[in-house]
């Protein structure tokens, strides 16, 4: 806890904020579209669990109704969407914390953070809904990239910087549109690193937006494959 105390104080924080709402309010779906793709998943549509919910990409939504076939009393779904949601909002704050140098300056963050989760994140939080659950997710991936110190030198940039790869692949899984609004984010929020660092460090990243890239091409091409065939 003493070399890392920042994240045991976002974790106590987090929890402490989604435990007093879950107590306060039903956490429930949003809209149709959750109801549908839970139906989907679980095998309340079809009589069978099924990654073929088309809203979201395969190699998720198949995870999610294997689980279902194994422990179909629990709501996978919702509780993939919460986690998700708790993770990002973990992951800001352990950022912000990280910022701040004196107890005074992380004390304000905490406070000023607490106000934004009431503000912004609660509603999402109660009212599940896919569409905001990738939103969250793509912009903690962008502000990861904009705001994170590469504390681990220069020959591992893939190692720090693998969370906001596998937060955008996540992103593009849990809705597709979504990541591709998130991508014009994501350049400028480079640029801006670029600009801090220079322009002459790019070439550390390539191996870093290779990984990306090609991440992304793979799961585009599961998804075009699960969906080519005739049903």
Same mark, same amino acid.
């Given at each position: !806890?003493?070399?890392?105390?920042?994240?045991?104080?976002?974790?106590?924080?987090?929890?402490?904020?989604?435990?007093?709402?879950?107590?306060?309010?039903?956490?429930?779906?949003?809209?149709?579209?959750?109801? !549908?793709?839970?139906?989907?998943?679980?095998?309340?549509?079809?009589?069978?669990?099924?990654?073929?919910?088309?809203?979201?990409?395969?190699?998720?939504?198949?995870?999610?109704?294997?689980?279902?076939?194994?422990?179909?009393?629990?709501?996978?779904?919702?509780?993939? *969407?919460?986690?998700?949601?708790?993770?990002?909002?973990?992951?800001?704050?352990?950022?912000?914390?990280?910022?701040?140098?004196?107890?005074?300056?992380? !004390?304000?963050?905490?406070?000023?953070?607490?106000?934004?989760?009431?503000? *912004?994140?609660?509603?999402?939080?109660?009212?599940?809904?896919?569409?905001?659950?990738?939103?969250?997710?793509?912009?903690?991936?962008?502000?990861?990239?904009?705001?994170?110190?590469?504390?681990?030198?220069?020959?591992?940039?893939?190692?720090?910087?693998?969370?906001?790869?596998?937060?955008?692949?996540?992103?593009?899984?849990?809705?597709?549109?979504?990541? *591709?609004?998130?991508?014009?984010?994501?350049?400028?929020?480079?640029?801006?690193?670029?600009?801090?660092?220079?322009?002459?460090?790019?070439?550390?990243?390539?191996?870093?937006?290779?990984?990306?890239?090609?991440?992304?091409?793979?799961?585009?091409?599961?998804?075009?494959?699960?969906?080519?065939?005739?049903?």
């Amino acid at each position: !806890m003493k070399r890392n105390p920042e994240a045991w104080i976002a974790a106590l924080i987090i929890i402490t904020i989604e435990i007093t709402m879950t107590l306060l309010y039903d956490v429930t779906y949003n809209i149709n579209d959750d109801i !549908m793709i839970e139906s989907v998943l679980s095998g309340t549509f079809s009589g069978t669990p099924s990654g073929m919910c088309y809203y979201m990409g395969v190699p998720l939504s198949s995870f999610l109704a294997l689980l279902y076939g194994w422990f179909p009393a629990i709501p996978w779904l919702g509780c993939f *969407f919460v986690l998700v949601y708790s993770c990002c909002a973990w992951t800001m704050l352990v950022l912000l914390l990280k910022k701040a140098e004196t107890r005074q300056g992380k !004390m304000l963050v905490c406070g000023f953070f607490v106000l934004f989760w009431f503000a *912004f994140m609660a509603s999402g939080f109660i009212l599940i809904h896919y569409t905001v659950t990738a939103a969250v997710c793509g912009a903690t991936a962008v502000f990861y990239v904009a705001f994170s110190k590469d504390d681990k030198g220069e020959g591992t940039v893939l190692l720090s910087f693998a969370p906001a790869v596998l937060l955008l692949w996540l992103t593009y899984l849990i809705r597709e549109n979504v990541f *591709f609004m998130v991508l014009p984010f994501l350049g400028v929020a480079g640029i801006c690193r670029l600009v801090r660092e220079g322009f002459s460090k790019i070439r550390r990243y390539l191996s870093l937006i290779g990984l990306f890239v090609i991440g992304f091409i793979v799961l585009f091409g599961v998804n075009k494959l699960a969906y080519s065939g005739e049903r």
